[in-house]
């Protein structure tokens, strides 16, 4: 079973905040990726990364910022959210060797009022 | 560039119907990999199963059979005498199989929701 966790779970904030959310991974996988998701059920990836110090942007323009200074970590950063940001955020890892099949974590849902 | 189509939208059965999903993905690589993921309501995305291009065999396990013919380009996936428990989105996605040290990205397809009702 997959071990990939992301807090908070749902987040409902104001418009100007800044907000993080968290992802952590317990495989030691070297693949990290973040996902937006419409309720239209369509997936956008809009941040990846393979490895420590290694980050690049998705296929998706994203306002948002991540890093990974950790390799169990890769959290995503609103600096100031809006209204537009309001979405599901699903974070995903994969082995750096392996066939490419990612592990997602539960998703946090985030509503910008 | 890699393509995957879920031309089905949204599937609605009776418990014990059988569900049939179409995918149907675009790609230039001659050896890549397939993919369905099943989202339930609480929001995670689960794997299901991954095949390689290479081995057209089509698979069982429990009341879920893929099957794949490259010739079309086709990866369908169908739930025998399904259940409410199967009511979710299922996203079929795609990956080329030459690994990268930069990673291999996921396509995904639009995502089929399948509704179950008692």
């Known amino acids: 079973e997959a071990d990939i966790y992301q807090t908070p779970r749902y987040l409902v904030i104001g418009t100007g905040k800044k907000i993080t959310l968290e992802c952590s991974q317990t495989?030691?996988?070297?693949?990290m990726y973040w996902y937006q998701q419409d309720p239209g059920m369509e997936l956008h990836l809009i941040h990846y990364?393979?490895?420590?110090?290694s980050t690049e942007k998705g296929d998706l323009s994203s306002e948002s910022t991540v890093s990974r200074i950790r390799t169990e970590h890769f959290p995503l950063t609103l600096e100031s959210a809006r209204p537009s940001h309001t979405s599901q955020y699903l974070c995903?890892?994969?082995?750096?060797w392996g066939a490419g099949e990612q592990f997602f974590g539960p998703g946090t849902r985030l509503t910008v009022l | 560039a890699q393509k995957v189509t879920q031309a089905q939208t949204e599937i609605s059965v009776v418990e014990k119907e059988d569900v049939t999903l179409d995918c149907v993905y675009e790609t230039r690589d001659t050896t890549y990999y397939l993919f369905w993921y099943k989202q339930p309501p609480s929001g995670e995305l689960v794997f299901l199963i991954r095949r390689n291009s290479f081995d057209e065999q089509n698979e069982i396990s429990g009341r879920y059979s893929w099957n794949f013919q490259k010739s079309t380009s086709s990866f369908n996936f169908t739930i025998t005498a399904s259940q409410v428990v199967d009511s979710a989105v299922y996203f079929c996605a795609l990956s080329e199989a030459v690994i990268k040290a930069a990673g291999n990205k996921l396509t995904f397809g639009g995502g089929t929701r399948v509704l179950v009702k008692p």
């Open positions: 495989m030691g996988h070297d693949k």
């Open positions: 990364s393979y490895g420590v110090n």
């Open positions: 995903a890892s994969s082995s750096l």
